[in-house]
């Protein structure tokens, strides 16, 4: 094998096994970069501040508005009592039944409704806790439904406003119902398959005794998140769900800004609820909680981004993409092939995208694909190898939920990777027969 290519191979293997024994990313992803930068005989320092740290920073620069207005939701909704309000509302519905598929399905809404990943992390995160706390359900699924509300079906499914379509669309000049029928059949078969697994994972961890107070957990919770108080005064439901509503209008409605929009979301809920947080310096601690969030988030985000962008420049990294154009196999397994390994090499589905058009369309062409199929099978196989233990917004979210690789990645692994693929051959299958 080539010996770039097993450098990149290696790193990800190391990424993966640090990452499970949680080491922070802070510090993970420098480490991982330097064995990289090492092996490529690429000098060190100026590898960092020339590709590793400006990769990062781009990535603060383009969205840390993002993650601090999400951030701040999401921190009013936990301690206004809104996002319990509507959790204890959908858990009556339910009845506790299928409390992680419907949380998925939420995130999934959300998303498709144009709500970035990074924003209803934040926003569903309150809501899922109360949830499965009041169903008595183990947490260690509430990042795998979480995450695959935002990066499975709601991301790859025909119109979404996702930025893995928004690239195949300017890449390719499709539109973005590319491939309609058959992108809706995955879609739909790749939505019903994690329903099943999530749910199928509630029973199992039910019956094992393995309910919503988990002392195995490394990190645990607060008194005030572990407590369940039945007559507690919350606000209203359909109050509670008026900032999110007006997030959603101001920004597929109105077409604001989803900066603009979320603050806006913000602004309502305070004004709002401005009653069930005691006073002024109650909600500047709400506030400066959300704030500290934020910058967590994003910087465990950024510093795996900056990972990618030392890797996108090593020789390594440009055999791969050659090597990958020798590949003999039916065009559209090419194109997910290809594309779901130029994912994971970047630790990021739409920067695997962007590199896999840029080298290999031409190649995409030759073998007789068309541009609309090409377009959903990349949007799909984008969001599988993408999600190893690496990608940022899986450290992100298990940050912000508050456990460990060891302790919840195996189910986002099932979720994000293996269904996925399923979806992808799926949709081969389906545009074959049509």
Request: net charge negative; with cysteine.
């Given at each position: 094998?080539?010996?770039?290519?097993?450098?990149?191979?290696?790193?990800?293997?190391?990424?993966?096994?640090?990452?499970?024994?949680?080491?922070?990313?802070?510090?993970?992803?420098?480490?991982?970069?330097?064995?990289?930068?090492?092996?490529?005989?690429?000098?060190?320092?100026?590898?960092?501040?020339?590709?590793?740290?400006?990769?990062?920073?781009?990535?603060?620069?383009?969205?840390?508005?993002?993650?601090?207005?999400g951030a701040l939701f999401g921190a009013v909704y936990q301690h206004t009592g809104a996002a319990e309000s509507i959790s204890k509302t959908l858990a009556g519905l339910c009845k506790g039944k299928f409390v992680a598929p419907i949380i998925m399905t939420i995130t999934g809404i959300l998303t498709f409704g144009g709500v970035s990943g990074f924003v209803v992390f934040f926003v569903i995160y309150p809501i899922a806790l109360n949830m499965f706390k009041e169903a008595n359900v183990t947490r260690r699924l509430i990042p795998a439904a979480i995450s695959a509300g935002c990066w499975t079906w709601s991301m790859y499914g025909p119109g979404s406003p996702s930025i893995q379509n928004v690239i195949a669309m300017n890449s390719l000049g499709t539109p973005a119902t590319a491939a309609f029928i058959p992108s809706v059949i995955a879609a739909i078969g790749s939505y019903v398959l994690i329903f099943v697994w999530l749910e199928m994972r509630t029973r199992s961890f039910t019956k094992k005794g393995i309910v919503f107070k988990d002392t195995s957990l490394k990190f645990q919770l607060?008194?005030?998140?572990?407590?369940?108080?039945?007559?507690?005064?919350?606000?209203?439901?359909?109050?509670?769900?008026?900032?999110?509503?007006a997030i959603l209008i101001c920004f597929n409605g109105?077409?604001?800004?989803?900066?603009?929009?979320?603050?806006?979301?913000?602004?309502?809920?305070?004004?709002?609820?401005?009653?069930?947080?005691?006073?002024?310096?109650?909600?500047?601690?709400?506030?400066?909680?959300?704030?500290?969030?934020?910058?967590?988030?994003?910087?465990?985000?950024?510093?795996?981004?900056?990972?990618?962008?030392?890797?996108?420049n090593t020789q390594g990294f440009a055999d791969l993409v050659e090597l990958l154009k020798t590949f003999n196999m039916p065009a559209?397994?090419?194109?997910?092939?290809?594309?779901?390994?130029?994912?994971?090499?970047?630790?990021?589905?739409?920067?695997?995208?962007?590199v896999a058009f840029n080298a290999l369309t031409d190649t995409y062409l030759s073998l007789g694909a068309h541009l609309e199929d090409v377009h959903r099978i990349a949007a799909i196989a984008a969001g599988t190898l993408d999600s190893l233990p690496h990608q940022g917004a899986q450290i992100t979210l298990l940050g912000i939920c508050k456990l460990t690789h060891k302790e919840a990645y195996f189910d986002i692994f099932i979720t994000q990777i293996v269904i996925p693929f399923i979806s992808c051959f799926l949709f081969i299958i389906v545009t074959a027969v049509l």
């Open positions: 094998m080539n010996f770039g290519i097993l450098v990149l191979l290696l790193a990800l293997i190391l990424f993966g096994l640090l990452a499970f024994k949680q080491i922070s990313a802070l510090i993970l992803a420098p480490l991982v970069t330097i064995f990289v930068i090492v092996c490529s005989g690429l000098p060190i320092l100026e590898s960092l501040k020339t590709a590793f740290m400006p990769a990062a920073s781009d990535y603060v620069t383009s969205y840390f508005l993002i993650f601090f207005v607060s008194a005030e998140e572990m407590e369940i108080d039945n007559d507690k005064n919350l606000p209203n439901f359909w109050i509670s769900i008026i900032p999110i509503a109105i077409h604001l800004a989803v900066e603009t929009s979320v603050f806006i979301g913000v602004a309502l809920a305070t004004i709002l609820m401005w009653n069930r947080v005691k006073g002024i310096n109650g909600w500047i601690a709400v506030f400066n909680e959300g704030a500290a969030n934020s910058g967590v988030s994003i910087l465990n985000t950024a510093i795996v981004v900056g990972f990618g962008g030392v890797v996108k559209l397994i090419f194109v997910m092939v290809t594309v779901a390994i130029c994912a994971g090499a970047c630790g990021s589905a739409s920067g695997g995208m962007g």
